[in-house]
């Protein structure tokens, strides 16, 4: 299967400061990902759809000025957390869309825990 | 917008026994898909099957396979010969075969925690 990576893995952070997480995909271009987060033993909810190359369409009561996404490329997404306050302490979760064959599949990233103090 | 219901919040299954996950989800479209994934401790998402809403037969991977009820919007997992390393958390997903605002964005259910027991 195709492989996704997230970096980092887990951050702390201080309130206030602002916190980038990448989204990859190694192996195959993918002109859409997604972003999700996930609180502890609860679902994953979606927070933006990342498309390259335009802006992002965030779900509503996603504050777009405070998750900024950006997909420059057709390997990477990006989420900035800025000013981060310890309410955003959560896991962030990334997919890619692999289109390289007729049954179209999304693999997940890792995952970045963050805590922000 | 499509909800996914997951009815069983933790099951618990002993080794090498069968056991059956639930999904219902609502929708008014007539093309979408359907998927199960695992989240172990790792946190890692990983597919275990999808089914096309379009074919009638349902999906099997393995030790895995699905009971697809279109008319009833049902959508169960049967795990067969569990083994502990199932254990996790399962989530039922649907996704929308039509390009909505959200893209191609999957739509999760709350998740059903399985215990496999030696």
């Known amino acids: 299967g195709a492989v996704v990576s997230q970096h980092p893995s887990w951050v702390i952070c201080k309130s206030g400061t602002s916190v980038k997480i990448e989204c990859r995909s190694l192996d195959f271009q993918a002109t859409t990902m997604f972003w999700y987060r996930q609180f502890p033993k609860q679902s994953l909810m979606l927070m933006a759809t990342?498309?390259?190359?335009?802006?992002?369409?965030?779900e509503q009561g996603v504050e777009k000025d405070k998750f900024l996404i950006n997909h420059a490329s057709l390997t990477l997404s990006t989420l900035t957390v800025t000013s981060a306050h310890p309410e955003d302490s959560s896991f962030y979760i990334c997919?890619?869309?692999?289109?390289?064959?007729?049954?179209?599949?999304?693999?997940f990233g890792p995952g970045t825990r963050l805590l922000v103090l | 917008a499509q909800t996914v219901t997951q009815s069983q919040p933790e099951m618990s299954v002993q080794e090498a026994e069968t056991v059956t996950l639930s999904c219902t989800y609502d929708t008014s479209e007539s093309d979408y898909y359907l998927f199960w994934y695992k989240q172990p401790p790792s946190r890692q998402m990983i597919l275990v099957i999808r089914q096309e809403a379009y074919k009638q037969q349902n999906a099997t991977e393995n030790r895995f396979s699905v009971n697809f009820q279109k008319a009833a919007k049902s959508f169960s997992l049967k795990i067969s010969d569990s083994q502990l390393g199932d254990a996790a958390m399962y989530f039922c997903?649907?996704?929308?075969?039509?390009?909505?605002?959200?893209?191609?964005?999957?739509?999760f259910g709350k998740g059903t925690s399985l215990l496999v027991t030696p």
């Open positions: 997903a649907y996704r929308s075969a039509i390009n909505s605002n959200s893209g191609y964005a999957l739509n």
């Open positions: 997919s890619a869309r692999d289109l390289r064959t007729a049954q179209e599949t999304q693999y």
């Open positions: 990342s498309n390259e190359g335009s802006k992002a369409t965030y």
